[in-house]
């Protein structure tokens, strides 16, 4: 019997238990009559998954996806009104981070990212040190992922969101002059969605409105459309990032047994979600909006648009709205953050992805602080010329932000 494992050392956190991680490995293989570490030494073979990473070699880049970690429920209370203040403390309601991303699981919280007491992110001024300063940045964008979403009555899910929204302006956006921020939204409810945009729009420190990549029915949908036509008025990008509401299983199988399955998966449901957009004719109606896939990876590009032009050319009469070929769509209108990058050891797949998709614009920089996605400050994954990481990294988020580029003049 052969047993063939593929390990993605990209996604281990690198600390104590690392040896744990490689002995539970090898029994593993022993079973199946393979042994490991017998051409490669285990710490060679970590070494290799950053191969080539590099530290960015230019200064006032713009990070588009930081987590920041709300501590607790309790750290909102004074940022709700009185109504869900009282129901929170008397229903005893704490701990809403999203099941997407539980903050005790090594890969979503780099061990010299960890603070000696609470969250990983929890804390501003340690983000500040780690991120703004450490990466030499001109602006971060928060995407504050505390599951909001998950509320089934739609009026705690707009408490909670303002409250989240206000708890980021006053401990974050007002702590130090880079950060930025996304408006966290109560998404299956559009008119208060919008209620939430239409108050925070004037504060040109929100670059963009968060929605989640899974949700009740696919995005396109005119349920959505709404939400839609407040971020153009707005000026305002989505950001659709990885993680769901779980109104259903977050596989197209079903409910996975195991965290490591949901997380692997999380391409799978952006897949849908931009063939959702693009086929209901969200651009057709909304020439002008972006969407930027944060944490979506984007190495499953070449192939899935592959898929999408040639079956659009053998079905258009289905769509008709839909007036150019998908790949042009996805050129023009989307956008994806660098982290999670899973490219070949290699060094070349970056190069090749790029070149695959047809454009360089549609990379933007990201740490996905405090998640473990390079070592050090090597951020930079191989195989990008120079002209490509000045774009990456700057021009991009400039272009894709119309707000970073009137604060950045």
């Known amino acids: 019997m052969h047993l063939v494992i593929i390990v993605d050392m990209a996604r281990i956190s690198f600390h104590s238990s690392h040896n744990k991680h490689m002995s539970a490995y090898r029994a593993i293989a022993k079973g199946a009559g393979r042994s490991v570490g017998k051409h490669m030494d285990d710490q060679v073979l970590l070494d290799r998954a950053f191969d080539g990473f590099t530290e960015l070699p230019v200064k006032g880049a713009v990070d588009c996806d930081v987590h920041p970690a709300v501590p607790g429920t309790g750290a909102l209370l004074k940022y709700m009104d009185d109504h869900w203040r009282e129901q929170i403390v008397e229903r005893g309601i704490d701990g809403l981070d999203a099941m997407s ?40 964008i928060l995407n504050c992922l505390y599951h909001v979403q998950g509320a089934y009555d739609e009026n705690m899910s707009i408490g ?59 995005m396109g949908r005119r349920f959505h459309w709404p939400i839609f036509r407040a971020a153009e008025k707005h000026g305002l990008p989505i950001t659709v990032h990885a993680g769901t509401n779980y109104r259903h299983a977050p596989t197209s199988i079903g409910w996975p047994s195991f965290f490591v399955e949901e997380y692997v998966g999380h391409p799978h449901m952006f897949q849908m979600q931009l063939l959702s957009l693009i086929t209901e004719g969200v651009f057709t109606k909304f020439p002008n909006l972006k969407f930027v896939f944060a944490e979506s990876g984007f190495t499953w590009l070449p192939p899935s648009i592959w898929r999408a032009n040639k079956t659009w050319k053998a079905m258009r009469v289905e769509t008709p709205w839909v007036d150019r070929p998908p790949a042009e769509i996805v050129r023009s209108n989307f956008r994806f953050t660098l982290q999670p990058s899973d490219i070949a050891l290699d060094g070349t797949g970056l190069a090749k992805t790029i070149e695959h998709i047809g454009s360089d614009d549609v990379i933007l920089f990201s740490t996905d602080y405090p998640h473990a996605h390079f070592e050090g400050k090597r951020a930079l994954p191989p195989g990008l010329s120079d002209s490509q990481i000045r774009k990456i990294c700057i021009d991009n988020p400039l272009a894709t932000y119309p707000r970073l580029k009137e604060a950045s003049r």
């Open 101 to 140: 991303f539980p903050p005790g699981i090594g890969a979503l919280g780099r061990e010299d990212w960890r603070l000696p007491a609470g969250k990983p992110g929890s804390d501003p001024d340690r983000t500040i040190k780690d991120v703004l300063d450490g990466f030499d940045l001109s602006f971060a």
């Open 160 to 218: 909670l969101a303002r409250a989240v929204n206000n708890w980021v302006k006053a401990e974050w956006l007002d702590r130090d002059p880079r950060f930025r921020a996304s408006i966290v939204i109560p998404t299956e409810s559009p008119e208060l969605a919008v209620d939430e945009i239409d108050r925070l729009a004037s504060d040109k420190r929100f670059v963009q409105i968060m929605m989640l990549a899974g949700g009740e029915i696919p």
